[in-house]
């Protein structure tokens, strides 16, 4: 599989980068995901895997597949599984994370991780199951409880969503609130083709490409998304009604264009 684009950002993920990405499908997501864990243990940094079991099978045995033995790296102490909705569950509060509980859970976490003096990258799903979830407030409150908890210790971490940024449904909620959160939303193979996609579907449609338009934009959050997310965010607010028909036209373009 091609690596995504932005693959250099997720393989060196220095400490300080909060990243998002969004994927349609969970093979997608293990390459990506792939990238920012082995970059990490490559590199000698401790890594955190706080999933889904789903995803936990997954990474694991792309990790096999990439010649390094998850159950080697465990026994180290280099590499860790958490539950995501175990951990969850020890910090939420009436449907919101609680920055005590967060800060004691996460905290324990990283400072024995922290204490073998490597580099720290964290995968998180907790914020995903949120938002599938319908509680989009707590997973944008997560979001920013890890940017405190990244003013008190250093480490890089990766946040992924099973979001079909295709769907103009997707857009119906906060889905800006993650650039306002996140130091980047990376983009994948599939946002560039889309992006070219809505380019012909909004030349057709407007007379104009709407990217340029998404690009000259001054909503500084809206920057972080890949060029077919900004275009769909711009379109949301500045023209609502034509949301649904501009993505049912690019996604007719998109699949034209599939190799």
């Known amino acids: 599989m091609k690596a995504p684009p932005d693959s250099s950002l997720l393989a060196e993920a220095p400490a300080g980068r909060h990243v998002a990405q969004f994927h349609r499908d969970a093979e997608a997501l293990t390459e990506s995901a792939y990238v920012f864990l082995e970059g990490g243990l490559r590199r000698g940094h401790s890594v955190v895997i706080i999933a889904t079991p789903a995803n936990a099978e997954r990474f694991e045995a792309r990790l ?8 080697a790296l465990r026994n180290s102490g280099q590499l860790e599984f958490l539950d995501a909705a175990t951990i969850l569950g020890k910090f939420m509060a009436n449907g919101l ?7 004691g859970t996460l905290g324990a976490t990283l400072d024995r991780v922290q204490a073998l003096g490597r580099g720290t990258r964290i995968y998180g799903d907790m914020a995903d199951i949120l938002w599938k979830d319908g509680n989009t407030q707590g997973a944008i409150r997560l979001e920013e409880l890890w940017n405190a908890l990244g003013r ?6 990766y946040c992924s969503y099973m979001l079909d940024t295709q769907c103009e449904e997707s857009y119906a909620g906060p889905i800006e609130e993650l650039g ?3 130091t980047e939303i990376v983009a994948t193979v599939e ?8 380019d012909r579907a909004s030349k057709e449609m407007f007379g104009i490409s709407l990217s340029q338009m998404a690009g000259m934009g001054k909503q500084d959050d809206e920057r972080r998304f890949p060029s077919g997310q900004r275009t769909m965010l711009w379109v949301k607010r500045n023209l609502p009604s034509s949301t649904a028909r501009l993505a049912e036209r690019a996604r007719h373009y998109y699949k034209d264009a599939r190799p």
């Open 97 to 103: 994370p609680e920055w005590g509980r967060f800060r």
């Open 180 to 182: 306002r959160t996140h």
């Open 191 to 198: 946002d560039e083709r889309f992006a070219a996609a809505l």
């Open 64 to 71: 096999s597949a990439g010649k390094l033995d998850p159950m």
């Open 152 to 157: 008190l210790y250093p480490f890089a971490l």
